[in-house]
């Protein structure tokens, strides 16, 4: 017997979770797994690394496809592993990893004892257990591959290296038999048969088996288990290097005494297998870097809290929001918080000096710029990384004047008759993109004009107006009254004659936090009718902050003689768009006569009020 090599020591058990792994990983935890701490199929893949021919590393690989169990094709080396995922880290603390990985590794140990390893992959499993904190993107998880700690009676005797001895083989299975007596010369796709049980017995006296494993792989050690337990003498192993084009081939030995004890079912080795951390038996920390679950909380929702919670619906919902903004700005990120990213503004206005203080959306470098599509930006910016937030479409801004009663256009001017035209075109064809429409301006003539196209267009229309510390929020649905429903007095310009502190929005600061919120969730309620969790809908929500009331009315009746909603205004519109806009701008008076208002005064002036407090009785 030639001089043996040195006692084998075998490479460490090494794990590659990709990236792409870990993102599938908590996409599934999220929505598909949620609380459920049982073990879980998985998938993975011996992968060789090499450098210009030389071997670097084997390792177990880990990417998105690992999920997909159904595949279990041989082709593709895969092997079949467990998957838990401890819901907390204490869990995964006290998890009883030794017992975990030995009833792992006692299967295998009975599958070769009860002579039912058909097949090459049947000799291997690895478990894999993993904590992730989703909250920050952090996983906490260790892979073991169960191996067997025994006296092995294995000797390595001669490794030596064949180069251009055999052609690009389709190799099926990490491990097959060749049905070859020497490997000296060429190895054919026909010298290849299946590795199984049979099979190795029948060549026991001359067994060959080729491999994709390199010299001293972690994965021979469950292999030469195995064949010892076979009584094998002397076995051949030839490893394939697809990268260099050769074989090493590896001759073994083993030297049996009359205690042959291994080869009894009764043999009980120890099971290790747990993978290493920079030298340390522990557990392996990822930190999933420019990635974000910004849905994170709508999915932990429907895990207890709201399981009915329709998330798609929301992710395809288009909101157009008239105005950017203080309101603007908090309605915007509120969808944003509810999974609704097919934002657009509108607004005319451009960033003051003093908007950033109050308006969240804004810095100081946007100072000057449109609001319309400064929001759309900086929007953009908390849910992606800057290299593709000019990729998005689906949240936008347009810098566009909304026509009001009042606000006159010069028709003796084509430019500005033009910019009319494009301004009222465009934003009814926004109207006609989007699903519900929220006003979020800062006049009563500039809600004028959107109130009337979400009564003409069949949109659900939420206005949300302020006052120093009062808000009201008035949902227009068909059949229900619109804003302008509760006045008897007809938009015309406000910001006439003004002074500063009547031209702004003067208003105690959180009035603007919590009305657009409510607006928000009013939205949310009326997407989600049928789960009472979300609470009443309501068609009128009127709040202050100085005595912290609400008023609420579930249902308001439309005005006969509304000025924005009533069938009068509707038809003069539909009729000519164009004329009757430019009218009622130039001429806010008109719509008195067209919604019959007049009429109305008329009816009300030919009634008798007359009223004498002496009738009056004190029942004290």
Same mark, same amino acid.
């Given at each position: 017997?030639?001089?043996?090599?040195?006692?084998?020591?075998?490479? $460490?058990?090494?794990?590659? $979770?990709?990236?792409?792994?870990?993102?599938?990983?908590?996409?599934?935890?999220?929505?598909?797994?949620?609380?459920?701490?049982?073990?879980? $199929?998985?998938?993975? /893949?011996?992968?060789?690394?090499?450098?210009?021919?030389?071997?670097?590393?084997?390792?177990?690989?880990?990417? !998105?496809?690992?999920?997909?169990?159904?595949?279990?094709?041989?082709?593709?080396?895969?092997?079949?592993?467990?998957?838990?995922?401890?819901?907390?880290?204490?869990?995964?603390?006290?998890?009883?990893?030794?017992?975990?990985?030995?009833?792992?590794?006692?299967?295998?140990?009975?599958?070769?004892?009860?002579?039912?390893?058909?097949?090459?992959?049947?000799?291997?499993?690895?478990?894999?257990?993993?904590?992730?904190?989703?909250?920050?993107?952090?996983?906490?998880?260790?892979?073991?591959?169960?191996?067997?700690?025994?006296?092995? *009676?294995?000797?390595?005797?001669?490794?030596?290296?064949?180069?251009?001895?055999?052609?690009?083989?389709?190799?099926?299975?990490?491990?097959?038999?060749?049905?070859?007596?020497?490997?000296?010369?060429? =190895?054919?796709?026909?010298?290849?048969?299946?590795?199984?049980?049979?099979?190795?017995?029948?060549?026991?006296?001359?067994?060959?088996?080729?491999?994709?494993?390199?010299?001293?792989?972690?994965?021979?050690?469950?292999?030469?288990?195995?064949?010892?337990?076979?009584?094998?003498?002397?076995?051949?192993?030839?490893?394939?290097?697809?990268?260099?084009?050769?074989?090493?081939?590896?001759?073994?030995?083993? !030297?049996?005494?009359?205690?042959?004890?291994?080869? @009894?079912?009764?043999?009980?080795?120890?099971?290790?297998?747990?993978?290493?951390?920079?030298?340390?038996?522990?557990?392996?920390?990822?930190?999933?870097?420019?990635?974000?679950?910004?849905?994170?909380?709508?999915?932990?929702?429907?895990?207890?809290?709201?399981?009915?919670?329709?998330?798609?619906?929301?992710?395809?919902?288009?909101?157009?929001?008239?105005?950017?903004?203080?309101?603007?700005?908090?309605?915007?990120?509120?969808?944003?918080?509810?999974?609704?990213?097919? =934002?657009?503004?509108?607004?005319?206005?451009?960033?003051?000096?003093?908007?950033?203080?109050?308006?969240?959306?804004?810095?100081?470098?946007?100072?000057?710029? $449109?609001?319309?599509?400064?929001?759309?930006?900086?929007?953009?910016?908390?849910?992606?990384?800057?290299?593709?937030?000019?990729?998005?479409?689906?949240?936008?801004?347009?810098?566009?004047?909304?026509?009001?009663?009042?606000?006159?256009?010069?028709?003796?001017?084509?430019? @500005?008759?033009?910019?009319?035209?494009?301004?009222?075109?465009?934003?009814?064809?926004?109207?006609?993109?989007?699903?519900?429409?929220?006003?979020?301006?800062?006049?009563?003539?500039? *809600?004028?004009?959107?109130?009337?196209?979400?009564?003409?267009?069949?949109?659900?229309?939420?206005?949300?107006?302020?006052?120093?510390?009062?808000?009201?929020?008035?949902?227009?649905?068909?059949?229900?009254?619109?804003?302008?429903?509760?006045?008897?007095?007809?938009?015309?310009?406000?910001?006439?004659?003004?002074?500063?502190?009547?031209?702004?929005?003067?208003? *105690?600061?959180?009035?603007?936090?919590?009305?657009?919120? =409510?607006?928000?969730?009013?939205?949310?309620?009326?997407?989600?009718?049928?789960? !009472? /969790?979300?609470?009443?809908?309501?068609?009128?929500?009127?709040?202050?902050?100085?005595?912290?009331?609400? @008023?609420?009315?579930?249902? @308001?009746?439309?005005?006969?003689?509304?000025?924005?909603?009533?069938?009068?205004?509707?038809?003069?519109?539909?009729?000519?768009?164009?004329?009757?806009?430019?009218? =009622?701008?130039?001429?806010?008076?008109?719509?008195?006569?067209?919604?019959?208002?007049?009429?109305?005064? !008329?009816?009300?002036?030919?009634?008798?009020?007359?009223?004498?407090?002496?009738?009056?009785?004190?029942?004290?």
């Amino acid at each position: 017997m030639n001089k043996e090599l040195d006692t084998i020591k075998y490479y $460490p058990f090494q794990s590659n $979770p990709t990236r792409e792994f870990w993102v599938e990983l908590s996409r599934k935890k999220i929505d598909e797994y949620k609380l459920n701490d049982d073990i879980l $199929p998985i998938n993975g /893949k011996f992968i060789n690394i090499y450098n210009n021919g030389i071997f670097l590393k084997e390792e177990l690989k880990l990417d !998105e496809k690992s999920f997909e169990t159904s595949n279990e094709s041989e082709n593709d080396h895969i092997v079949k592993g467990h998957l838990k995922i401890l819901n907390t880290k204490e869990d995964f603390k006290k998890l009883d990893k030794a017992s975990l990985l030995n009833f792992y590794g006692t299967q295998i140990r009975e599958n070769m004892y009860s002579s039912e390893i058909h097949k090459p992959l049947n000799l291997y499993t690895f478990i894999m257990i993993v904590y992730a904190d989703l909250k920050y993107n952090k996983y906490i998880y260790w892979v073991g591959m169960p191996s067997f700690i025994y006296k092995t *009676r294995c000797k390595l005797y001669k490794n030596y290296i064949l180069y251009g001895v055999y052609e690009i083989l389709d190799i099926k299975c990490p491990i097959m038999i060749v049905n070859k007596k020497k490997i000296t010369d060429k =190895i054919e796709q026909t010298d290849l048969i299946n590795f199984n049980h049979e099979n190795i017995l029948k060549h026991k006296k001359n067994l060959n088996i080729l491999v994709t494993f390199p010299v001293y792989s972690y994965n021979l050690k469950n292999l030469i288990f195995y064949l010892e337990y076979l009584s094998i003498t002397k076995v051949d192993i030839i490893h394939v290097n697809m990268s260099s084009m050769s074989y090493t081939i590896s001759e073994y030995e083993f !030297e049996y005494k009359e205690n042959h004890f291994i080869s @009894s079912s009764l043999f009980r080795p120890e099971i290790s297998g747990w993978e290493m951390s920079k030298g340390k038996m522990k557990p392996k920390i990822f930190h999933l870097t420019n990635t974000q679950f910004s849905n994170l909380n709508l999915k932990l929702m429907k895990w207890r809290a709201l399981p009915a919670l329709n998330i798609s619906c929301l992710s395809s919902m288009k909101c157009l929001l008239i105005g950017a903004g203080t309101l603007g700005c908090h309605v915007s990120r509120s969808l944003l918080s509810w999974g609704i990213q097919n =934002i657009t503004f509108i607004d005319n206005g451009i960033v003051s000096p003093s908007n950033p203080l109050r308006q969240t959306l804004y810095q100081y470098s946007d100072i000057g710029k $449109p609001k319309a599509t400064q929001a759309a930006y900086r929007l953009k910016q908390i849910i992606m990384p800057e290299s593709d937030i000019y990729l998005n479409k689906k949240i936008k801004g347009y810098k566009l004047e909304v026509p009001m009663p009042g606000h006159i256009i010069d028709q003796t001017d084509i430019s @500005s008759i033009q910019e009319f035209e494009k301004n009222l075109t465009n934003l009814i064809q926004l109207f006609e993109d989007n699903d519900i429409v929220f006003v979020l301006t800062d006049s009563r003539e500039s *809600r004028w004009l959107p109130t009337l196209l979400g009564q003409v267009y069949n949109k659900t229309v939420i206005n949300v107006a302020l006052g120093f510390d009062t808000f009201l929020i008035i949902k227009q649905e068909k059949g229900l009254g619109c804003y302008f429903c509760n006045d008897a007095v007809a938009p015309e310009n406000s910001s006439k004659n003004r002074t500063l502190d009547q031209q702004c929005t003067v208003t *105690r600061p959180g009035v603007s936090n919590i009305a657009a919120s =409510i607006a928000v969730e009013l939205l949310i309620g009326i997407v989600h009718k049928n789960i !009472e /969790k979300l609470g009443t809908l309501y068609n009128q929500i009127r709040g202050t902050i100085g005595d912290y009331k609400y @008023s609420l009315s579930s249902h @308001s009746n439309s005005f006969k003689y509304c000025t924005s909603c009533s069938l009068n205004v509707i038809k003069y519109f539909e009729v000519n768009p164009v004329k009757c806009v430019l009218n =009622i701008s130039n001429n806010p008076g008109y719509l008195k006569e067209i919604s019959g208002l007049n009429t109305f005064y !008329e009816e009300l002036s030919g009634l008798n009020f007359d009223y004498n407090l002496e009738d009056e009785t004190d029942d004290d």
